[in-house]
């Protein structure tokens, strides 16, 4: 009778599992069949969306982290991402990230560094989508995936070009190219052939660039089968005619942008490539003198540009028009179309175009002509020095991004040498109690003895790894004190704001030379030894190095809140006295003081709930305060009062000389009030 009991368990757990497995293949059947359908190149942007919904919401109803999901995850990022919704593609792609990243699939956060970093670029926020191309780089490195890493170093290199940073943007954009060819990775060859173009173009050489769109556009009929081949193969007529245009050959310019309109319909090639080609190509006829032509394309090109938000493109087609009604002098027109030009490129940070609206601005418009030239010279000054500045971030990224993988790298070699030495002495000290038990039962106080020593060695293990966390974070210091003193450097011998101040108050004598203005040109050219003297001041006070001497601990302290919080996903707000000298107070001290905060935030973590948690370090008088408070839902400290997270709290306040107090309400957060001696 047992036996046909067990028979049917097993028979109908086997049927229970089938029926689940069935389930979940119907499910991904179900979710692989709306991304086919939303593939499909005649379907319209709302029968698209309409899918793509369907997708998330099938998506929603997954109970397990599996690989698939994740998958599906980013194959819906990338729906988005070809609707140009960048902002439902963000979000899919951190949740496709975050899912990544708790199932430790080091494929897929790389995947997801490289689609966060897409959105940024996509939004010209430069500096963060390098951040995240160059997470994304060093993890496919250490994948050893070299197709993958390829693609991020491209992406990387398209910022540089976007920087006009054209020298080491040819450089990158080579080195892609060769992989590219190892790989047989056409499409890459097609963006690599094309993009350095665009950067021979930058370099004045458009010669060359004319070679290497020749080159795409030979290898173009081998992505026939991309559905965005049309697309492809009419901006490689765009960019060409663009290069003629560089060159003053408008005729030739003008037969490779009517190339690229006429192969295909304006619908296979997109609207943004479409509305460029029909700017450029009425540019172009501007030139020859073909003025109504012009007029009609340029308008008509602005109108579709206003009508997809292409703000880049819609600031272009006002400078077209600007500078087309300045041949047809109409200077009413021309200052219309150049101010709505400068004041789009000015509200969205289009500075090379700004500069190209102000200068032409400054020629016709008399009544503002001062103004707008000394905004025209302030602007190009700094555009100079952002250029300067970004060049210079996108290079301490790297730098760093490498040094926190050295870190971490270490780190994990002594975290996994720790972790090494701790089961050998719990298996040690189990074998030791279960042998102490057997033999003497009795003498179960020595037991406890010899396990308060292994606390204590525990203790002194911690404060040791924490001494060499101190003497890690001196060398970053020290590293951060070299990069000081090399800004310093180029401060002092650059071009400060004060000499453009003096260059424009010395401008007049181009307009005026009596006796009268040049005594008083005179006082200004006097300022430039002072400026001299500031300058080396700043550069002195540069090069001290009380700032780092300072902020050490501190610095400690923030690394733990923001590598714990990003973690766990909380918010966190830190309000620390300046005027507190860490290097004063006893490292021991500031261990205990360390190990408060950590348990303060395990215990945040694992009870509170919280979303928001402060931590306030404060100097009064003769004391050192410290307040660590949360939002989340509290404890009755009646009931836990005797808990080893509290006990631990109060044992260390107590080896400072030091009072603890526990301030907690139901549903209204937890306080805990430390004070020390200063």
Not at 349 to 363: F, P, Q, W
Not at 410 to 429: A, C, N, P, V
Request: charged share 30%.
């Amino acid at each position: 009778m047992n036996k046909y009991k067990y028979l049917l368990i097993l028979f109908l757990t086997l049927f229970l599992f089938s029926c689940k497995n069935e389930a979940e293949m119907d499910h991904d059947l179900k979710i692989k069949k709306y991304l086919d359908s939303s593939n499909t190149p005649n379907s319209s942007k709302k029968d698209k969306e309409k899918d793509i919904h369907i997708i998330e919401n099938e998506l929603q109803k997954s109970i397990h982290n599996t690989s698939s999901l994740r998958e599906n995850y980013f194959k819906l990022a990338g729906k988005y991402y070809n609707l140009g919704d960048s902002e439902n593609y963000l979000r899919v792609s951190r949740l496709a990230f975050q899912l990544s990243k708790k199932a430790k699939d080091s494929a897929n956060i790389a995947r997801g560094y490289h689609y966060i970093g897409d959105y940024y670029y996509l939004n010209f926020k430069n500096d963060s989508a390098y951040y995240y191309y160059t997470k994304s780089e060093k993890n496919y490195e250490s994948l050893k995936k070299t197709e993958e890493l390829t693609r991020v170093k491209f992406s990387k290199a398209e910022i540089l070009l976007y920087e006009k940073d054209f020298s080491g943007a040819e450089v990158e954009f080579i080195k892609v190219l060769k992989i590219a060819k190892i790989l047989n990775d056409t499409r890459l060859i097609y963006d690599c052939y094309l993009n350095l173009g665009n950067v021979l173009v930058g370099l004045n050489s458009p010669d060359e660039a004319i070679i290497y769109y020749n080159k795409a556009l030979s290898i173009v009929s081998l992505l026939i089968k991309d559905p965005q081949y049309e697309a492809l193969k009419a901006q490689i007529y765009n960019f060409l005619g663009k290069a003629y245009t560089k060159k003053k050959a408008y005729h030739e310019a003008i037969a490779q942008y009517e190339e690229g309109l006429f192969f295909t319909s304006p619908e296979k090639i997109g609207s943004y490539t479409y509305s460029s080609l029909i700017s450029n190509k009425a540019y172009a006829e501007m030139q020859l003198d073909n003025l109504e032509i012009a007029e009609e394309k340029l308008y008509e090109s602005l109108e579709i540009r206003k009508k997809e938000n292409n703000i880049p493109g819609i600031v272009l087609s006002n400078i077209y028009l600007g500078e087309l009604y300045l041949y047809k002098k109409n200077t009413t027109k021309a200052i219309y179309f150049l101010r709505n030009a400068k004041q789009i490129a000015s509200k969205n940070k289009i500075l090379e175009d700004e500069l190209r609206a102000l200068r032409l601005l400054s020629k016709i418009d008399k009544k503002n002509q001062y103004n707008l030239y000394e905004e025209y010279i302030n602007l190009s000054d700094s555009i100079q020095t952002v250029e300067f500045n970004k060049r210079n971030s996108f290079a301490r990224i790297e730098y760093e991004t490498d040094e926190i993988l050295t870190e971490k790298k270490i780190i994990q070699e002594e975290k996994d040498e720790i972790s090494s030495q701790r089961w050998l002495i719990l298996f040690g000290s189990s074998g030791m109690i279960i042998l102490l038990i057997l033999l003497y039962n009795n003498k179960s106080q020595s037991s406890k003895n010899k396990q308060l020593q292994f606390e204590r060695e525990q203790q002194e293990s911690n404060e040791q790894i924490y001494k060499l966390m101190l003497q890690q974070q001196h060398l970053i210091n020290d590293t951060r004190q070299q990069e000081k003193k090399r800004i310093s450097q180029e401060l002092h011998d650059g071009v400060m704001s004060k000499l453009t101040s003096t260059r424009l108050n010395l401008f007049i004598l181009s307009k005026r030379q009596d006796p009268e203005t040049i005594q008083k040109c005179l006082k200004h050219i006097e300022n430039i030894q002072n400026i001299e003297k500031e300058l080396r001041n700043i550069s002195h006070d540069l090069n001290q190095d009380t700032f780092l001497e300072k902020e050490s601990f501190k610095l400690i302290i923030q690394n733990l809140f923001e590598d714990y919080c990003n973690a766990i996903n909380i918010e966190y707000i830190l309000e620390m006295d300046p005027n507190i000298i860490w290097e004063a107070i006893e490292t021991s001290t500031k261990i205990d003081i360390y190990r408060i905060l950590q348990e303060s935030l395990q215990n945040t973590y694992k009870y509170s709930h919280a979303t928001l948690i402060i931590l306030s370090i404060k100097r009064v008088l003769d004391r050192l305060i410290i307040d660590i408070e949360d939002n989340g839902v509290g404890f009755d400290i009646n009931k836990v009062k005797e808990g080893i997270g509290i006990k631990n709290i109060n044992s260390r306040a107590k080896s400072m000389n030091g009072e603890v107090k526990f301030y907690s309400t139901i549903n209204k957060g937890t306080h805990i009030n430390l004070s020390l001696p200063y």
